[in-house]
């Protein structure tokens, strides 16, 4: 898997597991005031918007949008644009893209923040903003 070749599961399966070096961005906590989305918030939320985030991984910025009818755009430069597919159940996020193993995430949000966490193990798989 390279770092530069992700697509959303990058930003789920990458941020969720890349390198630990000194380098490596780390994302912040989630903070206790941050509301865990509900599936009609979810959808609210992230339709029609593009989010923005870093890989942990050698610090790549990325971004990912939404579209209705679970289609979801990752960009990471010098990459095309990649198209995969999100799906939406009972509060879990779950991203999958060709080559790379469904990740999946409850969706928390404070101060314009968003948070993709991982529904068994509480890790962050993704921080992202509305803004670079």
Same mark, same amino acid.
């Not at 870093?54 to 990459?79: D, K, Q, W």
């Given at each position: 898997?390279t770092s530069l070749k992700f697509g959303a599961s990058i930003l789920?399966? $990458?941020?969720?597991? $890349?390198?630990?070096?000194?380098?490596?961005?780390?994302?912040?906590?989630?903070?206790? *005031?941050?509301?865990?989305?509900? &599936?009609?918030?979810?959808? *609210?939320?992230?339709?029609?918007?593009?989010?923005?985030?870093?890989?942990?991984?050698?610090?790549?910025?990325?971004?990912?949008?939404?579209a209705p009818g679970g289609v979801e755009i990752f960009e990471m430069?010098? @990459? !095309?644009p990649e198209k995969e597919k999100w799906t939406l159940k009972d509060?879990?996020? $779950?991203?999958?893209? !060709?080559?790379?193993?469904?990740? $999946?995430?409850?969706?928390?949000?404070? /101060? /314009?923040?968003?948070?993709?966490? &991982?529904? !068994? *193990?509480?890790?962050? @798989?993704?921080?992202? !903003?509305?803004?670079?």
């Amino acid at each position: 898997m390279t770092s530069l070749k992700f697509g959303a599961s990058i930003l789920l399966v $990458c941020l969720a597991g $890349c390198a630990t070096s000194s380098s490596s961005y780390e994302p912040p906590p989630v903070p206790a *005031s941050a509301v865990t989305l509900d &599936d009609g918030q979810i959808h *609210s939320t992230l339709e029609g918007r593009k989010f923005y985030g870093t890989t942990r991984e050698g610090s790549h910025p990325y971004s990912l949008s939404f579209a209705p009818g679970g289609v979801e755009i990752f960009e990471m430069a010098p @990459n !095309k644009p990649e198209k995969e597919k999100w799906t939406l159940k009972d509060g879990v996020v $779950c991203i999958e893209a !060709k080559g790379y193993p469904t990740e $999946c995430s409850l969706v928390k949000v404070a /101060n /314009n923040e968003y948070w993709f966490v &991982d529904p !068994k *193990s509480g890790r962050i @798989n993704a921080h992202l !903003k509305l803004t670079p």
